[in-house]
């Protein structure tokens, strides 16, 4: 699950809200964080925060372990609260927590 090689998309709900850098820098959280460090399902949770008027990802490992990473990038209050990565075995899509059918 989530190989950094296998191809990856973003939708165009979330693509409509996020900028690239931030879609970007949820990827490398996963490929340069995440993986290895934790046991990653088919599907992860982020939720986008505000901290000191920048981003912050935070990653719940359905609640054993809570990580957080702090993004170059300045917070808009436009971001959405919650984003979801799926891995199908196939793609690897980003998406709106609310594009999520599951």
Do not use: C, N
């Not at 949770?45 to 505000?50: K, T, V």
Request: no cysteine; net charge negative; aromatic share 8%.
């Amino acid at each position: 699950m989530f190989e950094a090689r296998e191809e990856r998309f973003a939708t165009l709900g979330l693509a409509a809200k996020l900028p690239s850098a931030v879609i970007d820098g949820i990827w490398d959280v996963i490929d340069q964080d995440l993986t290895g460090v934790v046991r990653l399902g088919a599907v992860l949770q982020f939720a986008l925060i505000e901290r000191s008027d920048r981003l912050t990802v935070v990653f719940d490992d359905r609640h054993q372990s809570i990580l957080e990473f702090d993004l170059p990038i300045d917070y808009q209050d436009q971001f959405p609260e919650m984003v979801a990565v799926l891995d199908d075995g196939q793609y690897q899509t980003m998406m709106l927590l609310s594009e999520l059918a599951v």
